[in-house]
């Protein structure tokens, strides 16, 4: 077989391998596991969720959960988000990035890619019986939704509005609506919204609006790509240890007061400084005997002489002012307040972010909702596949620790992120701020990456669980003693935003983008890339620039290479007559290939090491490219 042949062989191999991968990938093929296994997996991971569910008090539990929303999808308000939030739990539920491509313009820097329908806005629409329909649960500022007007000059949609029909099709599921709205609209169409309002069977009031872009939902609950798998929502905060009572690792709360991930809180809204405060007031079990209802009031042994032992917990987030440096974060800001006359002594349990945007379906990345962390200086990650092959070996435990045990002393993050391809989600650090207290990051007893799914079972029986593993984080405070009526704050950065070297730079998190071992080489190709951008506003032309340089500077490495060829293709004959005359005498034949060589100046290496010198600054060029946030969603030229 000469080397053509061999090439060949190799060639219709590799295609044949990779047509294979191809179809089961599209087939969902696959080797089925042995069923002893998958049994033993779902028992397992069934007796784990009992106990990580384990009844807990529930405050409003009656109560129906709302969804508010701050921030706006207006150009003119020069937003980066609109977060939305629900009561119940006080956590984060989804997070759109509205941000603008230009100061005047209405298209959005960060769109959805896989599709291109209208945007009527995110409604956390259910579904309702009588009328049949989708009922409205919020509505954004700046949303077509809100900007929706009927004939008679009535604007906006409102929470408990129930759509009956859209773009002249019936709504009578939440489903429907959002079918709809994928395959029968378009963005800048106007769309007739009919729409039943209190109750008022009889009075269907109609409007109409003219549809905008959807947002990049970089915290996405409910993808259109995968099936819907039920996880909590992002940065739950849950008591873990009060006092002498504390949880197990398995358990996300104590189950002796009430929960605080499943609870109703209090909430407080200011539009105008883009926050909302939430907060519950818990009952806590007496110090020497455990409470046997959290709920309930305390004996008259407990009352005599004492108030009622509460704590009292707080959150705010607050939206980061767009104009400044620093825009692609939330404030988190947590408080502890002891309403006794009894010292406490408290630890408390942060989640982090949870179903991240994740977008290796069109991209030749294997990056799959990673977390990545800097504590005490010690940049480290863990995939998100490695995370669920944790979880599956470690049912009864599936939490992995991101503390160094070999670390002496306290430990810190500078930073804690759930990381996909082009975003990342998580705790930063402030580098600058006019409030020291806030700069300080907190000093962890634990942090634990973990399957973020409700139930741990779904790791047994959920094949797209460990395909696309929807995976988070959360740390744990070191003890916080509590005088009586004293209060203890923590703050908490919430870095929400694109993976671009600009942004990270400020926010003290440039090792994030993984550039691989020639990291200099790519950095400066990709600074190129930019400025060839800013000249010509294209990015396929800036690449085709940038290809063309790097070949015309690596030109005379190259033609050094091709020059070798030849000289190699010429001396062959002669060579062989070397190797046939000598054939017996190895020492003779290299001595006479050496004068040869020399005869000609021809160095056999010169066609090797011009290789070796191009394959850095060519690996280089594919990381500054493929790890390009700027270039995601961009068009080779304008109109394609």
Same mark, same amino acid.
């Given at each position: 077989?000469?080397?053509?042949?061999?090439?060949?062989?190799?060639?219709?191999?590799?295609?044949?391998?990779?047509? @294979?991968?191809?179809?089961?990938?599209?087939?969902?093929?696959?080797?089925?596991?042995?069923?002893?296994?998958?049994?033993?997996?779902?028992?397992?991971?069934?007796?784990?969720?009992?106990?990580?569910?384990?009844?807990?008090?529930?405050?409003?539990?009656?109560?129906?959960?709302?969804?508010?929303?701050?921030?706006?999808?207006?150009?003119?308000?020069?937003?980066?988000?609109?977060?939305?939030?629900?009561?119940?739990?006080?956590?984060?539920?989804?997070?759109?990035?509205?941000?603008?491509?230009?100061?005047?313009?209405?298209?959005?820097?960060?769109?959805?890619?896989?599709?291109?329908?209208?945007?009527?806005?995110?409604?956390?629409?259910?579904?309702?019986?009588?009328?049949?329909?989708?009922?409205?649960?919020?509505?954004?500022?700046?949303?077509?939704?809100?900007?929706?007007?009927?004939?008679?000059?009535?604007?906006?949609?409102?929470?408990?509005?129930?759509?009956?029909?859209?773009?002249?099709?019936?709504?009578?599921?939440?489903?429907?609506?959002?079918?709809?709205?994928?395959?029968?609209?378009?963005?800048?169409?106007?769309?007739?919204?009919?729409?039943?309002?209190?109750?008022?069977?009889?009075?269907?009031?109609?409007?109409?609006?003219?549809?905008?872009?959807?947002?990049?939902?970089?915290?996405?609950?409910?993808?259109?790509?995968?099936?819907?798998?039920?996880?909590?929502?992002?940065?739950?905060?849950?008591?873990?240890?009060?006092?002498?009572?504390?949880?197990?690792?398995?358990?996300?709360?104590?189950?002796?007061?009430?929960? @605080?991930?499943?609870?109703?809180?209090?909430?407080?809204?200011?539009?105008?400084?883009?926050?909302?405060?939430?907060?519950?007031?818990?009952?806590?079990?007496?110090?020497?005997?455990?409470?046997?209802?959290?709920?309930?009031?305390?004996?008259?042994?407990?009352?005599?002489?004492?108030?009622?032992?509460?704590?009292?917990?707080?959150?705010?987030?607050?939206?980061?002012?767009?104009?400044?440096?620093?825009?692609?974060?939330?404030?988190?800001?947590?408080?502890?307040?002891?309403?006794?006359?009894?010292?406490?002594?408290?630890?408390?349990?942060?989640?982090?972010?949870?179903?991240?945007?994740?977008?290796?379906?069109?991209?030749?990345?294997?990056?799959?909702?990673?977390?990545?962390?800097?504590?005490?200086?010690?940049?480290?990650?863990?995939?998100?596949?490695?995370?669920?092959?944790?979880?599956?070996?470690?049912?009864?435990?599936?939490?992995?620790?991101?503390?160094?045990?070999?670390?002496?002393?306290?430990?810190?993050?500078?930073?804690?992120?759930?990381?996909?391809?082009?975003?990342?989600?998580?705790?930063?650090?402030?580098?600058?701020?006019?409030?020291?207290?806030?700069?300080?990051?907190?000093?962890?007893?634990?942090?634990?990456?973990?399957?973020?799914?409700?139930?741990?079972?779904?790791?047994?029986?959920?094949?797209?669980?460990?395909?696309?593993?929807?995976?988070?984080?959360?740390?744990?405070?070191?003890?916080?003693?509590?005088?009586?009526?004293?209060?203890?704050?923590?703050?908490?950065?919430?870095?929400?935003?694109?993976?671009?070297?600009?942004?990270?730079?400020?926010?003290?998190?440039?090792?994030?983008?993984?550039?691989?071992?020639?990291?200099?080489?790519?950095?400066?190709?990709?600074?190129?890339?930019?400025?060839?951008?800013?000249?010509?506003?294209?990015?396929?032309?800036?690449?085709?620039?940038?290809?063309?340089?790097?070949?015309?500077?690596?030109?005379?490495?190259?033609?050094?290479?091709?020059?070798?060829?030849? @000289?190699?293709?010429?001396?062959?004959?002669?060579?062989?007559?070397?190797?046939?005359?000598?054939?017996?005498?190895?020492?003779?034949?290299?001595?006479?290939?050496?004068?040869?060589?020399?005869?000609?100046?021809?160095?056999?290496?010169?066609?090797?090491?011009?290789?070796?010198?191009?394959?850095?600054?060519?690996?280089?060029?594919?990381?500054?490219?493929?790890?390009?946030?700027?270039?995601?969603?961009?068009?080779?030229?304008?109109?394609?």
């Amino acid at each position: 077989m000469d080397k053509n042949q061999l090439l060949r062989f190799l060639l219709i191999m590799a295609m044949m391998m990779l047509g @294979m991968q191809i179809v089961m990938r599209f087939f969902d093929i696959g080797p089925e596991e042995p069923v002893a296994q998958k049994q033993q997996l779902e028992q397992q991971a069934a007796a784990a969720m009992e106990l990580e569910t384990a009844a807990t008090p529930i405050i409003g539990a009656e109560q129906d959960e709302q969804i508010i929303a701050i921030g706006s999808y207006d150009p003119a308000a020069a937003q980066k988000y609109i977060a939305y939030f629900s009561n119940r739990g006080a956590a984060l539920e989804r997070l759109e990035l509205v941000e603008r491509s230009g100061n005047d313009s209405d298209d959005l820097k960060y769109g959805v890619i896989e599709f291109k329908h209208g945007y009527l806005g995110y409604l956390a629409a259910t579904d309702n019986g009588n009328p049949p329909g989708a009922k409205i649960r919020v509505v954004a500022d700046g949303t077509p939704a809100a900007l929706a007007t009927t004939e008679s000059g009535i604007t906006g949609l409102q929470v408990g509005d129930i759509i009956t029909r859209l773009a002249g099709h019936e709504i009578t599921t939440v489903e429907d609506l959002h079918n709809i709205l994928l395959q029968e609209t378009n963005p800048a169409e106007e769309i007739d919204i009919e729409v039943v309002r209190d109750d008022n069977l009889d009075a269907k009031l109609t409007f109409t609006t003219k549809l905008g872009q959807r947002p990049l939902e970089i915290i996405d609950p409910d993808p259109d790509t995968i099936p819907f798998r039920e996880a909590p929502y992002s940065f739950l905060t849950s008591l873990v240890q009060v006092n002498n009572t504390t949880a197990a690792l398995t358990q996300s709360e104590l189950d002796n007061i009430a929960s @605080m991930r499943h609870s109703i809180w209090d909430m407080q809204i200011d539009n105008d400084a883009n926050y909302i405060e939430f907060t519950l007031v818990v009952t806590l079990p007496p110090q020497e005997t455990a409470a046997t209802d959290a709920t309930s009031e305390p004996s008259d042994d407990n009352k005599e002489g004492s108030t009622p032992t509460e704590l009292k917990i707080s959150k705010r987030f607050t939206l980061a002012d767009p104009e400044n440096a620093l825009p692609y974060h939330l404030d988190l800001d947590l408080a502890f307040t002891n309403l006794s006359n009894e010292r406490q002594s408290i630890v408390f349990r942060q989640d982090g972010a949870n179903n991240i945007i994740n977008e290796t379906w069109w991209t030749s990345t294997s990056k799959k909702r990673d977390i990545k962390w800097k504590i005490n200086g010690e940049e480290d990650d863990v995939r998100g596949t490695d995370i669920v092959a944790f979880a599956q070996d470690n049912i009864d435990s599936p939490f992995e620790s991101l503390l160094n045990p070999s670390e002496p002393g306290d430990q810190s993050y500078q930073y804690i992120v759930s990381d996909s391809q082009f975003f990342a989600v998580g705790f930063s650090v402030p580098l600058s701020t006019d409030d020291p207290e806030s700069a300080k990051s907190m000093v962890l007893k634990k942090a634990h990456s973990f399957p973020a799914e409700t139930s741990l079972a779904v790791l047994a029986t959920n094949k797209k669980s460990v395909e696309l593993p929807n995976t988070s984080f959360f740390v744990q405070s070191k003890h916080i003693i509590l005088e009586p009526n004293a209060r203890h704050s923590q703050h908490f950065q919430v870095f929400a935003g694109p993976k671009s070297d600009e942004v990270l730079a400020n926010y003290g998190m440039d090792g994030l983008i993984e550039y691989g071992w020639f990291r200099s080489i790519a950095l400066v190709l990709g600074g190129i890339l930019s400025f060839f951008y800013s000249i010509f506003g294209n990015y396929g032309i800036a690449i085709i620039l940038l290809t063309v340089l790097v070949r015309a500077c690596l030109h005379p490495l190259s033609r050094k290479q091709v020059r070798g060829a030849q @000289m190699m293709g010429f001396l062959k004959p002669q060579m062989k007559r070397i190797g046939d005359k000598y054939k017996d005498d190895p020492q003779k034949k290299s001595l006479k290939t050496q004068e040869l060589f020399g005869k000609y100046g021809y160095n056999p290496l010169s066609g090797c090491l011009p290789v070796f010198f191009q394959m850095p600054i060519f690996f280089g060029l594919y990381r500054s490219i493929m790890v390009n946030t700027e270039l995601r969603g961009e068009p080779l030229l304008d109109g394609l």
